[in-house]
Each structure stands twice: as structure tokens, then as C-alpha cells.
């Protein structure tokens, strides 16, 4: 029996019904009338594709791949089987067949839009912006103007550097339609990324135009008038954090080699081996530093203003509360003397001006408490803070040395650091112990 449904075929309308009752969550009808459509055709490899989307339903993650990859035997040249495979591999974090398998279903229907969209969403899983674009540009191949698929492009080309393409492609859009937001948007962030922030001031304008309140607008106005803002608001890091919540670990561990959360367990552990202390890990992501340090004997409290981020935390179970909100706002409502730890690992660099939020950790800290903190380094004979391109803040050592000593931190300690890898370069930090006097 061919893949392929036809007029007479006998199962498309078992088939259609338990699609239908997998998308609404009702597993246990659609497993009924998944039962009907096997036992007409015993080897239908549809049967076992939408098997396999049921059990991924249900939390059963081997049971998906054991009925997916049967549905891929018994029909190794049918499209929609093998792009069902490949998106769960890449759902699952197995980037590498992933990949394999979304080129294999692409070179088997090269004109199917639906394995194009599939393809391109595990191209950008895995990381693979390239693999992205060339997906992409072929999509405009097939669909010449498609709005959709220009504004994935000019993103993607504005992530490999390719500025000049990426505005060219945002202009366009522009053009077509000059109250379009997320046209705007993309321009403005273009030009940002092209480290030439004061060419989206017109853009800045159209947008506040249409949105005078909205706190995203008004930070781009900013940047656009040549300022730089001290704070980034959580409408535009928030969704960013929110997207990446399933597969950061992987990405900043074995993609940018961060080990900074390893690195300060160690030292928490060295200092306090009996795990006998209250510490407070602001900006907690997935609980990367709680993994590491394991279960304490007091309490670990994450901040994070990322629900998805928070989501992935808890599944740790080291953690023994969280607060979904930013640093500054924890901060604030903390009371005195509560934490032997405070840490802030690749935090600052969202977060901007810090000058309150080092006071308010000195205070919050018990005496003979440390604030543990790390920074991308902005150079010496710059400002005291700058806003990178890549839209993250880089802060002077000798200002954020300045501002520990004058919030009572004595002694400080400094350590240079490679933070991570980006784009296969190293990024230079520094690493802040700063320790409140007993």
C-alpha cells in the first residue's frame, strides 16, 4: 500500500479523525481509532507516524521514536514520515541526524512548502544558520516575495554578518508596507547588528508613532539617538530567553563552552563543603549553577523573569523556590542579611546599570557573605558601561571594582575570563568575587 492517500483509500478517514484528536489532547480516542485504521491495514506506515506524535503527546519519548522509525522501514522514501523523525530528533536535541534526515526528506520533495517550514524550524534548533539560509532561499525560489519567508532570510543573514543583504531584504519590506511593525522592527534591529544605530532613528520614530508606551520602542529610540539605555526591558529579552528554554543548556554548554556555573560551584562548594548556606542565583536560566551544586543544606532561590527558562529549572529538583521577575525588582524586595551567596552568572550583561543592584546585594548578604558575579569586559579608556551590537552590555573593571568598593565589599576579587565561545571566538569577561566584611 502506498503512503500516499487516494480516493479509495480506507483509512484516511480513521487516519484524518485521529489527527484531529491528537491536536485537541484526546489520546485516549485517538489510540481507538488508530486501532481501526491498523487493523484494515496492518501496514500502514501513516498508522504509525501519528502513533508516534501520540506517544510524544503522552510524555512517552522511546515509544515516539520506536513508532516513528518503524513508520520510516516500512516506507523510507515517504516525506511526511521522515519529517516527522527528523522534527522529533531535533525536538529531542539529537541535532545531528536531525539534520540528516530534514536534508534527505528535502532532496525527496524539493517542492513541498510544509518539509520546507519543517526543515528550516530544524535548521534553526540545531544552530545551522547556514543550512537555514540555503533552505530559505530556496523557498523564495518556489514562492518569490513570500513575506514570511524574506524576513526569516534577512534575520538569519543579519546572524552570519551579512548585513548588507539582510537591510536590503528589510527595506524591501519596508517599502511594501511602511506601517508594518515587524518590517520596522527587523530594520531597526539590522541596523543595530550592523553597529549603525543612529541610521533606524526614522524607523524608531514610525514605530513610537504607532506605539508611544511600548517599552521596546522607546529602547530603540534610545539606541537610535546615540544613548545607551541602562536598562534592557523584559519585553524584548523576555520572549528571546523564552524561545531558547529547551535547548540552552545544550547551546551555551557544548555550543559556547560555557563553564562558568561549574566554576563558581566549585568555589561555593570549596568554601562551604558541608553545603550549609542560603544562596540566591539571579537570572537562574535553566539552573545550570543548581545542577552543579546539587541540593544544599539551606535553600537555593532562583530569579529569573523567564517562565520557560524557570520550567526547565524546576525539572532539576535542587532548587526551593523561584521568583519570575528581573534582578533589579528581587533585589529590591529582599530583605536584610538573608544570603550567605548571591550569584550573577552572564546576568549583567542584560541587565545594565548595576550600580543599585551591587548596593542591594551588600545588603541582602550576611556578613562574611560573597556577591558572585561575571561581566563581558568594555574597554578601559571607553565609557564605564557600552551596549555591544549584539545587544548585550559590557561594563570597565575599574568601574565595577569602584562600585563594589564603595557599596562596603572588601575584599574584591578579579579574575579575567574566557565567559563562552560566539561564532567559534573566545569572549572576554571578568569574574567578581566580592566579599562583605564579617
Known amino acids: ?50 502513533a508516534g506524535l501520540m506517544a510524544e503527546k503522552s510524555g512517552n519519548i522511546n515509544g515516539a521514536f520506536e513508532a516513528l522509525r518503524r513508520s520510516v522501514a516500512m516506507a523510507p522514501d515517504w516525506g511526511p514520515g521522515l519529517l516527522e523523525l527528523a522534527l522529533l530528533l531535533a525536538r529531542q536535541n539529537q541535532f545531528k541526524e536531525a539534520v540528516e534526515t530534514a536534508e534527505k526528506v528535502a532532496a525527496l520533495e524539493p517542492r513541498n512548502l510544509q518539509v520546507l517550514a519543517g526543515v528550516v524550524d530544524i535548521a534553526h534548533r540545531a544552530g545551522h544558520t547556514e543550512m537555514a539560509v540555503q533552505h530559505l532561499r530556496r523557498g523564495l525560489e518556489l514562492v518569490p516575495g513570500d513575506t514570511m519567508l524574506r524576513r526569516l532570510l534577512a534575520r538569519d543573514l543579519s546572524e552570519q554578518g551579512k548585513h548588507e543583504e539582510s537591510l536590503a531584504l528589510w527595506t524591501a519590506l519596508v517599502a511594501e508596507n511602511p506601517t508594518d511593525p515587524q518590517a520596522l522592527v527587523g530594520r531597526v534591529q539590522a541596523c543595530i547588528a550592523s553597529n549603525k544605530p543612529t541610521d533606524a532613528l526614522a524607523d524608531t520614530q514610525a514605530l513610537l508613532a504607532l506605539a508611544p508606551q511600548d517599552a521596546v520602542y522607546q529602547y530603540y529610540g534610545q539606541l537610535a539617538r546615540g544613548e545607551t539605555p541602562a536598562q534592557q526591558p523584559a519585553e524584548l529579552t523576555r520572549p528571546l530567553f523564552d524561545s531558547l528554554a529547551e535547548l540552552y543548556d545544550m547551546h551555551m554548554v557544548r555550543g559556547l563552552k560555557y563553564q562558568l556555573p561549574k566554576q563558581i560551584a566549585e568555589k561555593i562548594i570549596a568554601r562551604y563543603p558541608d553545603k550549609k548556606l542560603n544562596v540566591l542565583d539571579l537570572g537562574c536560566g535553566t539552573g545550570l549553577l543548581g545542577v552543579c551544586l546539587g ?144
Open 295 to 438: 541540593r544544599l543544606d539551606g535553600f537555593l532561590i532562583g530569579v529569573d523573569f523567564s517562565h520557560k527558562m524557570i520550567e526547565q529549572a524546576a525539572r532539576h529538583n535542587v532548587y526551593d523556590r523561584f521568583h519570575t521577575v528581573n534582578l533589579h525588582d528581587a533585589l529590591r524586595s529582599t530583605p536584610d542579611a538573608l544570603y550567605q551567596v548571591i550569584t550573577a552568572l552572564d546576568v549583567f550583561i542584560y541587565a545594565g546599570d548595576v550600580t543599585q543592584a551591587v548596593r542591594d546585594a551588600f545588603r541582602i548578604l550576611t556578613p562574611g557573605g560573597q556577591l558572585m558575579f561575571s561581566c563581558e569586559t568594555a574597554s578601559e579608556t571607553g565609557p564605564d558601561m557600552v551596549l555591544l551590537p549584539a545587544g548585550r552590555y559590557a561594563h570597565k573593571r575599574s568601574h565595577v571594582e569602584a562600585l563594589c568598593k564603595a557599596a562596603g565589599f572588601d575584599p574584591i576579587e578579579v579574575e579575567d575570563s574566557v565567559l563562552r565561545y560566539e561564532n567559534k571566538a573566545p569572549v572576554h569577561g571578568f569574574v567578581v568575587v566580592a566579599h562583605k566584611p564579617a
Open 1 to 50: 500500500m502506498s503512503a500516499t492517500a487516494t480516493v479509495s483509500d480506507p483509512n484516511r478517514k480513521h487516519l484524518e479523525a485521529a489527527r484531529t484528536l491528537i491536536a485537541k489532547g484526546d489520546l485516549k480516542q485517538a489510540a481507538l481509532t488508530l486501532n481501526k485504521a491498523q487493523k484494515q491495514l496492518p501496514n500502514d506506515p501513516r498508522v504509525f507516524m501519528l
